[in-house]
């Protein structure tokens, strides 16, 4: 392993950069590179290790400019490990002009199949080995939550104690079972959003209607549709999220030589939103969370785009359609510029019926490493009722359930939130 070192407003910075293999079993050769920032507070040097998740999938992790938040309350007990999770950030990352040198469309698919959370616990281990600890704690936030159910599986015994925030999975069942319940809440997120601003629901039906009979282009050049503009709604599931869509439409319209057309901002700022060139391997890997095989029924066959065709309120071609949360359908793979060369891997990926299971329900079951959690009772993207579920069949498990939060309590408030699981999870 390399590490280099810097300091920073009374910290030392020390950057990993480790070498693991492309795929843990052994089958396919190759290795890519591992990257983590790991922080050590002045005095700190002799304090254990905690190792962060990341949300996502395909998301790096996150770069302070500053430390504050959970990090400040994290850094006061534990040197913290950042981990840009395979495929993120410094480490070997995968996007359409990496996977363009492995191959075609299949070759994508068999490459991107090592890069889900059992590998990237594998990953965690090798580096935990490498930084010479004998265990570590683990924060994860969101899918940071899943890996960590998924070390909590496969790995508990080098584990000292795990945190999760607005990310415990559903152990077993198909993908269909989560994009009900997250339909249902974007359901009434909508409702509870359209209700604090009834003014734009009128603005909303306007823009559709216009996008239906005028060519507007985003600035990534392709054309922005109705159903890819609903998608907007993602941000209906963070605290700010109510205001962030209001912003976005208060004033999308300009007349230009007798011409109405979206504003520009309009455009950039709804562009922002919906594409994924900063993180395409989200696109792709998605549904493939809720991949475990015969555990999960098989294939995910595009489970959003499914259960979305059974609920007519989440039509694109209604007048004033519902917007859309954290789901992935196959047209965005001929939309988004960023995915389009990735269109086959993600066919193929989403046809993928043998995907090994990421959970041990007997392991959990049998649980001794002690474990808190905060479950959201209106998280959009992680359903409470799964998470309660599964709560229960962790042993030892100590919920924090609360509808203080949306999905992203620990960016809003995330010292409270962590010295608040602490105490749960020690007392």
């Keep these: 392993m390399e590490t280099a070192t810097y300091r920073i407003d009374g910290h030392d910075v020390h950057e990993h950069v480790l070498a693991v293999p492309l795929d843990h079993a052994g089958a396919t050769p190759g290795t890519i590179e591992l990257f983590a920032r790991e922080l050590v507070r002045d005095g700190g040097a002799q304090r254990p290790r905690l190792v962060w998740f990341q949300g ?79 265990r570590w704690s683990v924060l994860g936030q969101s899918y940071g939550g899943f890996v960590a159910t998924t070390y ?45 601003h009834p003014v734009d629901a009128a603005t909303l039906r306007e823009v559709v209607a ?21 998608q907007v709604g993602i941000q209906l599931g963070s605290s700010t999220g109510f205001e962030g869509v209001h ?16 504003r520009e901002r309009f455009l950039r700022e709804v562009g ?11 696109g792709v890997l998605h549904e493939t969370i809720y991949a475990q095989g015969p555990a999960s029924g098989g294939a ?10 059974s609920l007519p309120e989440f039509s694109a071609d209604l007048e004033q359609p519902l917007l859309t949360g954290e789901h992935i359908f196959p047209w965005q793979f001929t939309e988004d510029p960023a995915l389009v060369p990735v269109r086959e891997a993600a066919e193929i990926l989403a046809a993928r019926a043998d995907f090994p299971a990421l959970y041990d329900p007997e392991v959990l079951a049998e649980n001794t490493v002690p474990v808190a959690a905060a479950i959201y009772h209106d998280d959009l993207f992680v359903p409470r009722e799964l998470s309660l579920a599964t709560a229960q069949a962790i042993r030892g ?15 809003a408030d995330g010292r409270h939130l962590l010295d608040r699981l602490l105490t749960r999870l020690r007392a």
């Design 56 to 134: 996502g999938p395909g998301n790096r992790a996150n770069r302070p400019d500053s430390v504050g938040g959970w990090l400040d309350r994290a850094l006061e007990e534990y040197r913290v490990v950042l981990l840009d999770q395979r495929g993120t950030g410094r480490s070997t990352p995968a996007d359409r002009q990496t996977l363009a040198d492995v191959g075609d469309g299949a070759a994508q698919a068999a490459y991107l199949a090592h890069f889900r959370a059992d590998a990237i616990v594998a990953d965690a281990e090798l580096l935990r080995e490498a930084l010479g600890e004998d």
């Design 272 to 282: 922002g939103v919906v594409s994924f060139a900063a993180n395409p391997l989200y």
């Design 300 to 309: 995910t066959a595009w489970a959003a785009q499914r259960v979305r065709e």
């Design 210 to 230: 216009h996008l239906r009979g005028t060519e507007e282009l985003l600035p990534t050049g392709e054309r922005l549709s109705v159903q890819r503009f609903l």
């Design 152 to 196: 909590l599986s496969r790995a508990p015994h080098r584990l000292r104690e795990v945190l999760i925030t607005a990310g415990l999975p559903a152990l077993t069942g198909p993908a269909d079972d989560v994009y009900r319940l997250t339909f249902a809440q974007t359901a009434r997120r909508n409702a509870e959003f359209f209700a604090r």
């Design 247 to 262: 912003y976005l439409l208060e004033a999308p319209f300009v007349t230009v030589g007798g011409e109405k057309r979206l």
């Design 397 to 411: 498990l100590r919920p924090l359930v609360t509808n203080e939060y949306q999905h992203d309590g620990i960016r």
